[in-house]
């Protein structure tokens, strides 16, 4: 079955960086999009970044550009999300998303806070 395992986060001060992984097996990797969202405490989840198949086109929230960069290594199933500059509106619980099917498939989450 689908599996998505995300990784990487943690807490960070105001201006560092993290890097998530999101490690996935049961389907065909390199034939699907794959994104990453975010939800905040009392907030709906939101799209952060997602990438084509094939790494082709990626595209960002307005809140993330510049700052973050979605990427992939279909060798790996896995897809990352480098995020630098980080600030405290960047606090949520981050999730990959395969982009199968209407509904897709998601990852159990990791928590980033950024706070000093």
């Known amino acids: 079955q689908v599996q998505l395992v995300e990784s990487g986060g943690g807490l960070v001060q105001p201006g560092g960086s993290l890097r998530l992984s999101c490690a996935s097996s049961?389907?065909?990797?390199?034939?699907?999009?794959m994104s990453w969202y975010r939800q905040a405490p009392g907030k709906e989840r939101e799209l952060v970044a997602d990438i084509t198949s094939n790494s082709g086109r990626t595209n960002y929230a307005d809140s993330v550009k510049g700052r973050f960069t979605i990427s992939r290594d279909n060798a790996k199933n896995t897809v990352y999300l480098q995020m630098n500059s980080l600030n405290a509106g960047d606090t949520a619980v981050y999730y990959c998303?395969?982009?199968?099917?209407?509904?897709?498939?998601w990852g159990q989450g990791t928590q980033v806070t950024v706070s000093s």
């Open positions: 998303r395969a982009n199968i099917g209407r509904t897709g498939y």
């Open positions: 049961g389907f065909t990797f390199s034939g699907y999009g």
